[in-house]
């Protein structure tokens, strides 16, 4: 088990070089120079060389490659001797406990990752991600809380119904679920319940989890977080009944499925205590996939909702050409899916020992 847990984390951190690598690469190659971003369009030669010698944009590609791996990895190695390199261990940017000396200079440090400066702001990228992300982490919980609950109960009835008018509605339901895209359904969504129904409802079609009153300051407003969940879950929830309804309907033409219904169990003990336990596998693994997906997919939805999530802060991002936001953003969703990932092959291991030999 331990080898086969610790494969898996290789992998993963494989996974998270490879995405690593392509970011840089990728956002190293658009136009736009960060100096300019920062000071404006009329900013001085000598000011524009300073930015791109105090951000490292001066050096060769490869070595600002081995920069931002080096910021990025926990444990790394920096000068704490010499101010003007690169490489300089900065209280301002590290937060870090020595592990060992390396020569006069150098030194191997355990640390936070660094993910870089807005460009924008000039606030830290992690400070900034810490902020937005529990919004977007609690979007796409409740979301998929939604679908799950939804998917599996419906799936379900429509496996016991099998070709009633239930079971084509919800198919139908389903496609059009998967077809229709977020925005548009969260138009739909927030001008219907947000405008038209508004006085029925009581809800906005713009808000975030928080908000803030003159009088009491800061107040958690879950009911801002009904209609963008909803918005967001209705894809994952379509897949889910679908697959719900599948596996179901394969479970229960199993041998032993025949022989409980033979020893006269009802049907409720049939598919509580036989049935559900074989037939969550494959939505196990859809909705694990999907809870990452949700996260990094959240944008179109926080825009049309105003949530003030990560979503809505890279789109800022993307417009201000704000480079470090936007790798960074993307990182931690890359870093998230694959925990996710090896999180879940883990307890298919443990659940199911053969997997652990496949």
Same mark, same amino acid.
């Given at each position: 088990?331990?080898?086969?847990?610790?494969?898996?984390?290789?992998?993963?951190?494989?996974?998270?070089?490879?995405?690593?690598?392509?970011?840089?690469?990728?956002?190293?190659?658009?136009?736009?120079?960060?100096?300019?971003?920062?000071?404006?369009?009329?900013?001085?030669?000598? !000011?524009?060389?300073?930015i791109?010698?105090?951000?490292?944009?001066?050096?060769?590609?490869?070595?600002?490659?081995?920069l931002?791996?080096?910021?990025? !990895?926990?444990? !790394?190695?920096?000068?704490? &001797?010499?101010?003007? !390199?690169?490489?300089?261990?900065?209280?301002? $940017?590290?937060s870090? $406990?020595?592990? #060992?000396?390396?020569?006069?200079?150098?030194?191997?440090?355990l640390?936070?990752?660094?993910? @870089?400066?807005?460009?924008?702001?000039?606030?830290?990228?992690?400070?900034?991600i810490?902020?937005? *992300?529990?919004?977007?982490?609690? %979007?796409?919980?409740?979301?998929?809380?939604?679908?799950?609950?939804?998917?599996?109960?419906?799936?379900?009835?429509?496996?016991?119904?099998?070709?009633?008018?239930?079971? @084509?509605?919800? *198919? &139908?339901?389903?496609?059009?679920?998967?077809?229709?895209?977020?925005?548009?359904?969260?138009?739909?969504?927030?001008? *219907?319940?947000? /405008?038209?129904?508004?006085?029925?409802?009581g809800?906005?079609?713009?808000?975030?989890?928080?908000?803030?009153?003159?009088?009491?300051?800061e107040?958690? #407003?879950?009911?801002?977080?009904?209609?963008?969940?909803?918005? %967001?879950?209705?894809?994952? *929830?379509?897949?889910?009944?679908?697959?719900?309804?599948?596996?179901?309907?394969?479970?229960m033409?199993?041998?032993?499925?025949?022989?409980?219904?033979?020893?006269?169990?009802?049907?409720?003990?049939?598919?509580? $205590?036989?049935?559900?336990?074989?037939?969550?596998?494959?939505?196990?693994?859809?909705?694990?996939?999907?809870?990452?997906?949700?996260?990094?997919?959240?944008?179109?939805?926080?825009?049309?909702?105003?949530?003030?999530?990560?979503?809505n802060?890279?789109?800022?991002?993307?417009?201000?050409?704000?480079?470090?936001?936007?790798m960074?953003?993307?990182?931690?969703?890359?870093?998230?899916?694959?925990?996710?990932?090896?999180?879940?092959?883990?307890? /298919?291991?443990?659940?199911?020992?053969?997997?652990?030999?496949?």
């Amino acid at each position: 088990m331990i080898k086969f847990i610790t494969k898996k984390i290789l992998y993963g951190i494989l996974v998270l070089f490879g995405v690593i690598t392509v970011i840089f690469f990728l956002f190293n190659v658009l136009p736009g120079d960060p100096a300019t971003i920062m000071l404006g369009q009329h900013a001085n030669k000598e !000011s524009v060389d300073a930015i791109h010698k105090d951000l490292g944009t001066d050096r060769p590609i490869m070595e600002q490659y081995a920069l931002y791996l080096n910021d990025l !990895s926990p444990i !790394s190695i920096h000068d704490y &001797v010499n101010t003007k !390199s690169h490489w300089y261990l900065d209280p301002a $940017k590290y937060s870090w $406990k020595s592990l #060992m000396t390396l020569g006069k200079q150098k030194v191997m440090v355990l640390k936070v990752p660094y993910l @870089r400066r807005s460009y924008i702001s000039k606030r830290p990228v992690s400070d900034i991600i810490k902020e937005t *992300l529990p919004e977007t982490a609690v %979007l796409a919980f409740s979301s998929i809380v939604i679908a799950s609950v939804l998917g599996i109960f419906l799936g379900i009835v429509s496996a016991i119904r099998r070709n009633s008018f239930y079971d @084509r509605m919800s *198919l &139908v339901l389903a496609v059009l679920g998967m077809a229709a895209p977020s925005f548009f359904v969260g138009l739909i969504i927030a001008w *219907l319940f947000g /405008y038209v129904l508004r006085d029925y409802t009581g809800l906005t079609p713009t808000g975030s989890l928080y908000d803030i009153d003159v009088w009491d300051g800061e107040k958690l #407003m879950f009911k801002n977080l009904i209609l963008p969940s909803i918005t %967001l879950g209705i894809r994952p *929830l379509a897949i889910v009944v679908q697959l719900m309804r599948s596996s179901m309907l394969d479970v229960m033409s199993q041998d032993y499925i025949r022989t409980a219904k033979a020893k006269g169990l009802s049907l409720y003990k049939i598919i509580i $205590k036989h049935a559900l336990k074989n037939a969550l596998n494959p939505v196990v693994t859809a909705i694990s996939g999907w809870f990452a997906g949700l996260m990094a997919g959240a944008l179109f939805v926080e825009i049309i909702f105003s949530w003030k999530g990560i979503g809505n802060e890279v789109f800022e991002a993307l417009t201000k050409n704000d480079l470090p936001v936007v790798m960074g953003a993307t990182l931690i969703f890359a870093t998230i899916f694959v925990f996710i990932n090896i999180v879940v092959d883990i307890v /298919y291991g443990v659940l199911d020992p053969r997997v652990r030999f496949k």
